[in-house]
């Protein structure tokens, strides 16, 4: 595995090896039971002989109230107007509150301890914030930022969110999490400040050329977030802000005669097929809020001078806006103010939903598209779910990762290194795979970390070597950066400790420590590795009290950054993970 580190970074001496076992100052005790539950209606729970097409669908009533109680026979469900029968049928409803904060309360750590166990949160569904940036002014950003941090003082424990910022390119302001304390903490911190993006292809582009950058930047993004949250379980909610809908990015209209039709279609197709297929539901929220034709502002005098279609291009952006949640399963706000009161209302109506699968009696995958309808026994009832699916059979899926603006890895994932065995490829992709910044937490291996600042900040002059484990760039060393020492507590009951005929037991693992900024780019990185050898009474000690280590990375003094540790149980290529952003470490003044 010593080539992941030189593949990534830089060619890397010899890293420090830890001390395997050992004992430390901090024992949180036995890990425990794991808290995340997953949602009933997941596809791994509903593998058949059979084609299955799953369907998560939202019941409101006239008032936007989550409709409980219902029953399969409430519900018809027509493919291309053939009805079908439903094989399966879950009602999901969020976790209760009150259970949620008890379970947080249980779960909660010392300051500067981290743990890849999460809190308890709704693993039927989850929210996603998606602030555009791209496509908002920065008047509407700060009033949105505002409501998402007013929004934020009310979040119920539980509500299991992620929040993401998309500029240029797409950032991550805060993984997946069902803390209301740490989603507090990352809005009202400085990794989701406003954003200022470049004036697409300068100041004398045409039109349709800026409108086809956007539409590329925006597809792209979508897509990756969409492979993202793949590795979630349940229904995703998706709340896109956004501001100056990019309605030409998607066929041409009579103020933008020059975009390419057919292209813009297509890429609007993969954005949408992309998340639903990964069951996630676009909520889309005009970020202006509340508009009103210029002619009627209190800010003009006199006789309103005419304008160039307000009106014509206020319903077509909004038409696009519900074009795009129904043909995922969402629904669009647009025309209020209300930006809090509308996260709060797709939190609580996209938590309770139900699941339909079915068997389609239409058994080719011919990539044809194939229409959904439901209809409800029950009279006055609003349904929100996705409107089709193309008919394509069924291939592998790469593993989820988030891909953002820049390349965390190099090297070619799940192929073979020179003279790499099959055993070493696989471990070595287990690895590459779990430590891409914000995929989800490996959970097979549980972990607690103690993360300490050392106080001094070190600055390297020009020509510095790099100290040993240390492989940052020049140009930051030179800026200031600070060692932060890691110590591990592992559960050692799941690893694979192979026993030998005199009574021992033997395992080897690896301690990987990554540094990222908030578009993904990797910055330091290194891999420890440790052989374990024990007696047969020490490795019994161990199931009770697990193992420790200690490992050092360095981290740039100023900005915020999310460090991503990582053990890896080589014999039973078991991994565990957590991503931390730097800003929830404990700060140290420079002396």
């Given at each position: ?86 094989s ?8 209760d ?17 981290f ?162 297929l990964?069951?996630?539901a ?35 952006e ?15 706000f ?15 109506t ?10 389609p ?18 009279q006055g009832?609003?349904?929100e ?51 891409k ?8 291996i ?27 760039d ?26 030998s ?14 540094v ?6 990797r910055l ?45 149980d ?22």
């Open positions: 595995m010593a080539g992941v580190c030189a593949a990534q970074v830089a060619p890397s001496p010899a890293v420090p090896q830890p001390t395997v076992p050992q004992t430390d100052g901090f024992d949180p005790g036995p890990p425990p039971p794991q808290l995340q539950r997953r949602g009933e209606g997941d596809l791994a729970l509903l593998k058949a002989s059979a084609r299955l097409v799953v369907l998560d669908v939202v019941v409101t009533d006239g008032k936007g109230h989550a409709v409980r109680g219902l029953k399969p026979a409430d519900f018809t469900l027509y493919e291309d107007g053939t009805q079908q029968k439903v399966s049928f879950t009602e999901h409803a969020p976790v509150a009150a259970v949620a904060a008890k379970e947080l309360v249980a779960q909660k750590l010392p300051p500067d301890v743990t890849n166990m999460r809190p308890a949160g709704n693993g039927s569904s989850s929210t996603v914030i998606l602030m555009d940036a791209l496509d908002t002014s920065l008047q509407a950003q700060m009033y949105l930022r505002q409501q998402v941090i007013e929004y934020m003082k009310t979040v119920q424990p539980g509500t299991q969110m992620a929040i993401f910022q998309l500029d240029m390119n797409m950032h991550m302001i805060q993984g997946m999490t069902a803390d209301p304390d740490a989603l507090r903490t990352a809005v009202n911190g400085k990794r989701d400040q406003i954003a200022m993006t470049p004036l697409l292809g300068g100041p004398y582009a045409p039109n349709y050329e800026k409108q086809r950058m956007k539409r590329d930047i925006l597809t792209q993004s979508m897509q990756n977030l969409a492979q993202y949250l793949s590795a979630f379980p349940g229904r995703k909610n998706l709340i896109w802000f956004t501001g100056d809908i990019p309605f030409d990015f998607y066929g041409a209209t009579p103020g933008n005669p020059f975009v390419d039709e057919t292209d813009s279609i297509e890429q609007f197709g993969k954005m949408t097929d992309a998340l639903r990964n069951r996630v676009i909520y889309p929220i005009d970020a202006r809020g509340l508009r009103v034709d210029p002619r009627f502002s209190a800010e003009r005098s006199g006789i309103p001078p005419p304008t160039a279609g307000f009106g014509m291009r206020d319903g077509m909004h038409g696009y806006l519900d074009e795009v949640a129904e043909k995922t399963g969402g629904k669009a647009y025309n209020s103010n209300g930006l809090k009161e509308a996260i709060a209302e797709v939190v609580d996209g938590s309770h939903f139900y699941t339909l699968a079915y068997a009696t239409n058994k080719l995958t011919d990539g044809s598209y194939r229409k959904l309808k439901v209809a409800m026994a029950q009832l609003h349904l779910y996705r409107r089709g699916y193309y008919a394509v059979a069924d291939t592998p899926r790469p593993p989820a990762r988030m891909r953002l603006a820049k390349p965390v890895v190099a090297g070619p994932s799940g192929a073979y290194l020179p003279g790499e065995t099959v055993d070493e490829m696989k471990s070595r992709t287990t690895v590459e795979n779990a430590m910044m914000g995929a989800a937490p490996a959970q097979e549980l972990f607690y970390a103690r993360v300490t600042p050392q106080p001094e900040v070190v600055k390297d002059k020009k020509d510095t070597v790099a100290p040993q484990g240390n492989y940052m020049e140009k930051l060393r030179k800026k200031g950066y600070r060692n932060y020492t890691i110590h591990y507590s592992i559960d050692a009951r799941p690893m694979h400790f192979m026993p005929v005199d009574g021992s037991y033997h395992n080897r693992l690896e301690y990987v420590a990554q990222f900024d908030n578009q993904g780019a330091n990185g290194v891999i420890s590795k440790a052989g374990v050898d024990v007696d047969g009474p020490t490795y019994k000690r161990l199931l009770k009290s697990g193992l420790g280590a200690e490992q050092t990375i360095a981290m740039p003094a100023k900005g915020i950054f999310f460090l991503r540790l990582g053990v890896h080589v014999n039973g290529n078991l991994m565990g993970t957590v991503e931390i952003p730097t800003e929830q470490i404990t700060a140290v003044k420079t002396p």
